[in-house]
């Protein structure tokens, strides 16, 4: 798992020495492109948080930066407006000494027509190694990853999946509930797999337009989390039936339509974004109902264990979706949660890359 | 006053040899952010000049760059779109080595309704430690400096405010109008208070909307200069009664509806940008009414002392608020406050760097 | 030709080892700005393609950077929407190690009304030395070079002229059909006159409005091929008279409507965009029609020598001017275009850059 893209380089590249990979395990990367999380065993997630750690510490220095992708050509187009997940990509790869090229598609000449295929190709033709993705549709980053040389990172496709949020919320929680222990373990060299043995983790809201809620389904099942999913009916349809079927392989969750059964006594606590857009299509009475049933309030809040935490993937709705005395309260993670972002899309492409053939 | 990033790179940081503040001056930089020029002193003011002085010298250089700010991140978040300061600030930071993220809050999930807390928490989350922001709402950048950990820079808030350019509008006639005579002073260790004693500075045009006006009116009374505000009475409501105010605080100036008493004599001629929106709003019978009686011609301009400096802040309408000739005549320096606008953002950035504690 | 900007960095700059010009050759490149390709002689084009032979060998390094242009500022200044071409230059420039400075047009406040001379004066006076510039008016760039005082790259103008388009089609007909022995003559000096002698290449489409055809009938017939143009009558229209008057110049080229007169025994076959607004100008029926009647099908290619090259200058409209089997198929070097792009431009800004006057 080296990455060293200059042998002169070796001695600067701090990562490597670090140590995300120690030589008594057998853990490798294998994979080419991260387009969902649902592929990655225990031990893969494991590996992605102990890199993460890693660029957690370059992060912590006075200058946060390696050269470990100088020369590469990171390539962010976004079919989607963004702000944080196409900076943080943005500030990972730059982190990493990448050259970066930001095509943002609805104001380019991608509106033009060209189909997605061929935007891909000429992605690739101008050089770009890591390409970074978001569409509207789901499975679009699946169809660019047929046609590309490189590596593709979904950074999000319709309702269907967005990996790396569910990577950081998963490193963000392993931080906060493993405590000393955990990290003592983490050297022992567990594995992610069983550390949330029994912990109740709550994703609240709307889960049904959700691409965090179904990419975090599957990291946090995989961690032995007691998962609750909880909002309106009309957000949750089919969920239940994807929860009978998951039970069978072995991925439980729980979905309730009731707040209080999904808070009582819970660990983490995640609202979800609420967006006007859902009353217009009838799923949603009006946004001042859906806050006086199911926002994240300090009484609601009450319900969960003390010290539980308050997880939200952002942008915030402050006032519908989760009160804004609980999103800056001193159980949020919220700010975490970017900062961690940005250690795991510097893993993900750091363990990307390193599967990529040297030129 | 050194900002060093790293020891190693000591000699090579030419600026702190350049000497902005010579060991003898006990003036140093207290400020953590620059949200206006209200609250800097004369010798503060000095201060910004010199260190400005010590940027132009870096931009005449083959490789106009120094290695500062390297590592260090400089955001860039714009709600209003913008050209010149927007990559004026960007030119300066990467001049000074620094990583530049751009967000143009307008076609950003910015616009997804996000509070502008949560944005300013966001952003320095994703590793911002200086945040330059220009807002439309009057005050903006004061309340993201409450919760931003590092340096705010305001690149212009409503009608309120928009420092760097009063910054290098000063730094510009300083260099025009105190000659050889005003270096040796400098050298000397003489403030930019009384330099511009007696001289006679007119700013024509749209006071009223002008955040460039506001904040030059601080630095120019600061400076000692005989200021002068001359626009059509209903873009001049309110500084009347401001310059009875500031007259008891010892900051004076005059206003006037009368273009020939302004200009009479005058050292330097700053016009203001004209929107058309004013007249939809009922402020401006037409443009061409505003041309005729206030635009800055030929004929005006002959009313001022001979070699009178011509400003203007950009992006000009010309032939409504000035002549085309007048613009692109012997008079303007307007091109050379584009280029001191560089100069004065570097400083002002290196500045405000050297006030945050080393991580 | 040397353009090393520190002397120390000279033994760095493998591009004058690769030796685009040997010392045994006279050609000098003396022209300050790229507004066209009608004033570049056969042993600058010729200076051009090898140039750019060097440049590809940069791209095929691991890490393809060389710091040629480190510390100038390159600016993209584009009042279009574009991706390849915008990226191209960006790529280009980022791998000569330029500082790169976008402004796309259309949302920045050149919307304010601003002048085209005062935003080039403004983007000069910001630190511009190489200014790349896409506008809709033809000739635009023509008169942002007679304010600029560094070097115009025209990206596209108009109607009129596309030149670094015509560059890169140049260099991939000229790889692909001289073969070896084409670089054998190149090393013997041979020049680019000549060389497309007898070699049957086609433009096919909308010729009307297509500046990508206008600067490449200039190049091909300097390279002396036997260049066809093929469309619409309506989308002809002034080309027949063109054609007179260039065959008295010495420059000749056909121009038919006849597909299957155009595609016999052709050696390489252009196929252009159709936009859909052509339909709404009455220029054409229907785009179904026209993909009946001049589309580029696997049948019409049967027509042209076997082997015969597809290409496009994108973003294609697959079905409509070209079929999805033709433009993916095994004759199209339509990504080999993409890639040859970002040589030509590193070519290209590195041949403009070095007839700047050192600061």
New interface residues.
């Given amino acids: 798992m080296s990455l060293v893209?200059?042998p002169a380089e070796a001695a600067a590249v701090a990562v490597s020495s670090v140590g995300a990979a120690p030589e008594s395990e057998a853990v490798a990367w294998r994979h080419r492109h991260l387009l969902d999380v649902d592929r990655l065993s225990g031990a893969e997630l494991e590996l992605v948080m102990r890199t993460t750690d890693a660029m957690r510490e370059v992060?912590?220095?006075?200058?946060?930066?390696v050269p470990t992708l100088?020369?590469r050509?990171v390539?962010i187009l976004f079919y989607e407006?963004?702000?944080?997940t196409?900076?943080?990509f943005?500030?990972a790869a730059?982190?990493l000494s990448a050259?970066v090229?930001n095509?943002?598609a609805?104001?380019?000449?991608?509106?033009?027509?060209?189909?997605l295929v061929?935007?891909v190709?000429?992605?690739?033709?101008?050089?770009a190694q890591l390409l970074v993705m978001r569409h509207s549709v789901s499975g679009a980053p699946y169809l660019a990853a047929e046609v590309f040389g490189g590596s593709v990172l979904n950074g999000g496709d319709g309702w269907h999946a967005h990996p790396t949020q569910a990577l950081l919320d998963l490193y963000t929680i392993r931080e906060r509930l493993g405590g000393e222990s955990q990290a003592a373990r983490s050297r022992a060299g567990a594995t992610t797999e069983g550390l949330l043995a029994g912990r109740k983790i709550v994703i609240l809201g709307d889960l049904l337009h959700s691409r965090v809620a179904r990419s975090n389904i599957w990291t946090l099942t995989a961690s032995g989390a007691d998962l609750w999913l909880c909002g309106p009916p009309t957000l949750l349809r089919g969920f239940e039936a994807w929860a009978s079927r998951s039970s069978v392989a072995g991925r439980r969750f729980q979905v309730t339509t009731s707040v209080d059964e999904a808070l009582r006594d819970a660990d983490v606590v995640m609202a979800l974004r609420i967006q006007?857009e859902r009353m217009a299509e009838g799923l949603l009475p009006s946004l001042r109902e859906y806050a006086a049933r199911y926002g994240l309030t300090r009484e609601r809040l009450a319900l969960a264990r003390p010290g539980a935490l308050v997880m939200h993937p952002?942008?915030?709705?402050?006032g519908v979706e989760i009160a804004p005395d609980v999103?800056a309260g001193v159980q949020s993670v919220i700010?975490?949660q970017?900062?961690n972002?940005?250690a795991v899309r510097m893993a993900v492409l750091y363990l990307l890359a390193g599967t990529q053939v040297?030129?």
Avoid at 59 to 65: F, N, Q, S, T, V
Avoid at 81 to 84: D, H, I, K, L, P
């Fill in positions: 893209v200059d992060l912590a220095r006075p200058i946060a930066k100088r020369g050509q390539t407006a963004s702000t944080r196409r900076v943080s943005e500030v730059k982190n050259d090229v095509i943002a609805a104001s380019s000449s991608v509106s033009k027509g060209e189909s061929d935007t190709r000429t992605v690739e033709a101008l050089g006007r952002g942008p915030m709705n402050e999103a700010t975490d970017v900062t972002g940005v040297p030129a």
